[in-house]
């Protein structure tokens, strides 16, 4: 491996070497070839040192501030940390040597860490480093730890920005992209990261994207990708369609012109993605983290329950999915989205101007505003009726956006009496509402007005024992289960003539003067209101009995409930107790032939097509005689044209190319057309881990030999925003490639990890309008770029992420500073006595920070990492101007520091190894990862006296250094002292660290 001037002058070495073997007479000193001189107005940190050691309980951000007050910086000079030097020099010789080569090694065990390939914007921003970075260094930790890793890297390169920028700069998207592409080679390389980049994949390279074509095929061939009408985003008056992100404001208008946009139906290429959605809910054998896990199963959303076929008055019929059969003698209307294809059929001429205008505006609106909870619910009646096959009863079938069409068989049977939503709608348009579920709480009421019940109707409850509030003359009565039929016998011998009294809740009872009557059809529902109105003037306005009852606030919280429960009002279901109604009804339909036992997922399949230029091309074409016909794979790729012409229209340039679709027929060589749409980016990057096993490979989209090797990723890191799509559409990729023979394995990637988000210092979302962005380039150039890789691990817990501290980085850089000083730079003097343990203290702290980095490396808690890094340093330096400096012990201790600090600091720990070792020495990168030994990391155990008032009653064997409070839980527990406390508290305790307790009662 070259190496610059700076760390070959032989000489000088040599010459030094002589110095320090001549001073300590140690053999080890000869392993340290630093230079004589140096910085020599360092302050003695031995007292520093000590206090630190106090410190050192106070945890790490005590330690690393203290660092700061009591550590001169290095003294400037040749000798000086100059990370603007090292980074370069190391980075170029890495790349020369092919230190970060992966190449398959069977006699090896492997380790496929794969980091999110970034988007090519032409920047990489400071989350890049922070999802990166530490990737980096545990890939690194691994390959120490003896695994064979591979860490490639590449660019997810298609995509709308690049179109965006053609058309404003008028820059041809692939121009603007590999420029961006060669500006972030640079500042990836900057990182000091153990890319390989002898694999690096560009999605957008022609002999990338023809392998993304030929796996469209393979699905395709496969039944898994077809095309169907779809909704997309149209602006009317750019005459376009438009990307999600194009369409902005709650309004939802053209981005350009602002136009309102309007959905339009187009045909558009899917993946049968619902065709896995069952395995997809399979984590087994996978470590993934929970939250992920639940996105992904919540993204899915799977729910089990029946299909019912619902037949309409107009013809045809209606086929909803519920969760809730054992609810269908509830329904009292149904709801379609308004783009269902039975909306026309059903409407009645006239409702016919009303229910388009509502279609129309529900066309403007996102899924995710019609969905929205807070969003008031609204609908318009179609005219048109639906019929129950539970039994025979006409329904009434409305719109109304809040049901979309994407979801479900786009309509529902609406149960107002144990659906929220559908009863906030019902009660809106005073649509009926019929209890069928009974209450499982007990909860039943009754109201009785003021002089609709004749005097002695207290007394009465009373006497039963029957709760109820007087106000007003009026009685509010809360009537136990038990006593409901007794409350029904009272209420009948206490009616007013001209009067009713009502009960609620476990009952739904009307009592008039000439009997009861039963609540339990739309039907009687109709009879009852008509009678209260006739007798009552004031509720003639109500359209529903639950609307005149929700009138009154003393029943709400008895009208409503959504539990499952026994089955009333429902023929001869009736009775069948909750547990079983599902089921029990879901058998029924299916037996009827009106449905079944149905599971139903939230998970729609993936919509691909992408009415974009800077994509890869579907490879189809389609003939008019033999339909869709795929490219033959051995005319892939299908080429982007460079020859395009950008118009501000949105629209692809591929369709407006004059000959670009124009081909021949693949079967039989007539006239046909190109598919112009593209596939969307996810696509790409559902495969990329595949195509960094052999990158340059043109017979196969990858080297079977090094999947065989390499498959599956073993480590997979980055953000969490990707739990639902990409991680969801990858995950698929492999199972449908693993059903098409491509790959083997349930999985593609067997652990993943996610970081955090980096908050501008102001605490807030970094953006450029706040002016609160860090930029990675300028803390490289005013730390080099080992300190911003430092910090970001060390800043906050890696998966949680924190606010930006321009301080605290300022931290970090001092520590790599003394980092330095050690080992660059000789102590001023080193004659103090070392003390009795010194050696032994210092080997303790070695294993120990062994021990921690390595568990901390394992589980991906960098920040506590740095920190233990940080204390180790610390140690170090206490030992320094002593006669341990440059000892065996001393010389293993440094070593170790540099090896534990080389995942992190990857070029200083470089350059400091080469000096210490001599130029000829292997990479520190290469390294093996000390092993820690538990009996060198066992704290001392020291035996503790335990007095009782004075007297000795137990000696215990406790690590040295334990505290009052930790030794004095310790000697409580012991059953010697607890019998001669009395079960006493102590009143004092006397402490002698690492002697003595004495426990005065
Ligand atoms: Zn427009
Ligand atoms: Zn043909």
Known sequence: MPTSKKTSKPGKKTAARKVAVARKGSPAAKKFPVKARGSRKEKPVKAAAQKLQTLKAAGPAAVESRVKASVPEPKTGEDAYRPEIIEPKWQKAWEAAGLYRSVVDRS?????????????????????WYAMTPSDARARFMRMRGWNVMFPIGFD????????????????????????????????????????????????????????????IQLFNHGLAYKKMSPVDWCPNCNTTLAREQVWGDDRHCERCETPVVKKNLEQWFFRLTRYAEELLDFSGIDWPERVRTLQTNWIGRSEGARVVFGTEAGGELEVFTTRPDTLWGVTFMVLAPEHPLVETLTTPDRKAEVDAYVKQALRQSDIQRESADKDKTGVFTGGFAVNPVNGVRIPVWIADYVLIT???????????????????????????????????????????????????????????????????????????????????IAMHHLQPGCWNEIVGTRWKFVFEDGVADWDSIDSEQEILARCQELEPNVRDKRSLMEMLWALEFYRDALFHDQNGVMIHSGEFSGTPGSITVKKVAEWLARQGKGGPAVSYRLRDWLISRQRFWGAPIPMIRCPVHGQVPVPEDQLPVLLPDDVAWKPTGESPLKLHPTWARTTCPVCGGPAERETDTMDTFMCSSWYHLRYLSPKNDRAAFDPAEYDYWLPVDCYTGGIEHATMHLIYTRFFHKACRD??????????????????????????????????????????????????????????????????????????????????????????????????????????????????????????????????????????????????????????????????????????????????????????????????????????????????????????????????????????????????????????????????????
């Open 108 to 128: 090896r065990k492997k380790y496929y860490a794969l980091t999110m390939l970034p988007y090519s914007s032409g920047d990489l921003h400071i989350g890049h």
């Open 157 to 216: 390169a298609f995509g709308l920005p690049a179109e965006n920028a053609a058309i404003k700069r008028g820059i041809h998207p692939k121009t603007w992209t590999y420029s961006n592409i060669d500006h972030m080679r640079g500042q990836l390389r900057e990182m000091g990261s153990m890319w390989d980049w002898s694999r690096e994949a560009v999605s957008c390279d022609p002999e990338y994207y023809r392998w993304t074509q030929w796996f469209f």
């Open 407 to 489: 979801y479900g068989t786009g309509a529902i049977m609406a149960v107002p009496a144990h659906d929220q939503r559908d009863f906030d709608f019902a009660l809106k348009y005073g649509l009926p509402i019929l209890p069928v579920i009974d209450r499982t709480d007990g909860l039943t009421k009754s109201f009785a007005l003021a002089k609709t019940m004749q005097p002695g109707l207290a007394d009465a409850l009373r006497a039963e024992q029957i709760p109820f509030e007087e106000r007003d003359g009026s009685l509010y009565i809360t009537i136990p289960p038990a006593k409901v039929e007794r409350y029904i016998g």
């Open 740 to 1001: 098409m023979g491509i790959t083997r394995g349930p999985e593609p990637m067997l652990q993943l990890r996610n970081q955090g988000i980096i908050l501008g210092e102001d605490s807030e979302k970094m953006s450029k309008s706040r002016g609160n962005v860090i930029a990675p380039d300028e803390l490289v150039k005013k730390y080099g770029a080992d300190t911003v890789r430092a910090y970001l691990m060390f800043f906050a817990r890696w998966d949680q992420g924190a606010p930006w501290s321009s301080t605290g980085i300022e931290g970090t850089r001092r520590w790599l500073n003394r980092v330095w000083g050690l080992a660059a730079q000789p102590p001023k003097a080193a004659s103090a006595p070392a003390g009795e343990h010194a050696a032994r203290d210092l080997v303790r702290c070695m294993h120990q920070t062994i021990r921690r980095v390595t568990r901390d490396f394992e589980h991906f808690e960098f920040n506590t990492i740095v920190s233990a890094l940080m204390e180790f340093t610390n140690t170090l330096y206490k030992h320094r101007e002593t006669s341990l400096y440059a000892s065996p012990e001393w010389e293993q201790a440094v070593d170790a520091l540099l090896i534990l600090t080389a995942p992190v600091a990857t070029h200083l720990t470089e350059e400091l190894w080469r000096r210490r070792k001599g130029p000829a020495a292997e990479s520190i990168h290469l390294q093996r990862w000390p092993e820690f030994d538990p009996a060198l990391a066992a704290e001392e155990q020291i035996t503790v006296v335990v007095q009782v008032n004075g007297r000795l009653r137990e000696r215990l064997q406790l690590p040295a250094g334990t505290g009052k409070d930790e030794a004095c839980s310790i000697a409580l527990r012991s059953e010697a002292v607890r019998k001669w406390l009395e079960g006493k508290e102590p009143r004092q305790v006397i402490f002698v660290p690492d002697k003595l307790i004495n426990l005065v009662i």
